[in-house]
Antibody, heavy 119, light 109 residues
Framework: EVQLQESGPGLVKPSQSLSLTCSVTGYSITSNYWGWIRKFPGNKMEWMGY???????SYNPSLKSRISITRDTSKNQFFLQLNSVTTEDTATYYCARYHYSSSLDFDYWGQGVMVTVSS | DIVLTQSPALAVSLGQRATISCKTNQNVDYYGNSYMHWYQQKPGQQPKLLIY???NLASGIPARFSGRGSGTDFTLTIDPVEADDTATYYCQQSRNLPTFGGGTKLELK
């Protein structure tokens, strides 16, 4: 069974970087596409970006140059780094697998990790 | 960005039909497919894929759930509603940069 699990600090100070890990079991990240999505307090959800089976990436333009998604295929993990965070980056962060590259929906999600940006 | 609009809440009785709508400000159809998907999320849990490409039932999802629509108007139907269906339901489009609706909270009368 495909399983995803996010990990990382639950509290980050403003202006610092947020770094999260998504550990995948039951499926290789060298297949398919893998994304990060966040849910803000109040339920708004935002797609942040993805990394593909080949390592190529695509990001939400709203995050401009603050975001980076990388991977370690030997550990079957992929990572999110978001720089220069503010309180507006407080959210629950999810990693997810794309269902099909042709439909671009998400069929497997991690449990999510709540990240608070506060001094 | 494509904006998806959902009603905030819906209350239905057990055993009745629930119809949740999602309207977009741009057409999400492309080459015969409607790039609209539906998720269920319960408190403290991750979203669960219910319907993809507007009307395709995801793996393991009971046939009580169905989706339809095209262009800019889409609906998710649950018939009959069971107690376990109380949750928030989100639509998501993937025609362009992926965006989500604000969610519809389904409650029982």
């Amino acid at each position: 069974e495909v399983q995803l699990q996010e990990s990382g600090p639950g509290l980050v100070k403003p202006s610092q970087s947020l770094s999260l890990t998504c550990s995948v079991t039951g499926y290789s990240i060298t297949s398919n596409y893998w994304g990060w999505i966040r849910k803000f307090p109040g339920n708004k959800m935002e797609w942040m970006g993805y990394i593909s089976y080949s390592g190529s990436t695509s990001y939400n333009p709203s995050l401009k140059s603050r975001i980076s998604i990388t991977r370690d295929t030997s550990k079957n993990q992929f990572f999110l780094q978001l720089n220069s965070v503010t309180t507006e980056d407080t959210a629950t962060y999810y990693c997810a697998r794309y269902h099909y590259s042709s439909s671009l929906d998400f069929d497997y999600w991690g449990q999510g990790v709540m990240v608070t940006v506060s001094s | 960005d494509i904006v998806l609009t959902q009603s905030p809440a819906l209350a239905v009785s057990l055993g009745q039909r629930a119809t949740i709508s999602c309207k977009t400000n741009q057409n999400v159809d492309y080459y015969g497919n409607s790039y609209m998907h539906w998720y269920q999320q319960k408190p403290g849990q991750q979203p669960k894929l219910l319907i993809y490409l507007a009307s395709n039932l995801a793996s393991g999802i009971p046939a009580r759930f169905s989706g339809r629509g095209s262009g800019t108007d889409f609906t998710l139907t649950i018939d009959p509603v069971e107690a376990d269906d109380t949750a928030t339901y989100y639509c998501q489009q993937s025609r362009n940069l992926p965006t989500f609706g604000g969610g519809t909270k389904l409650e029982l009368k």
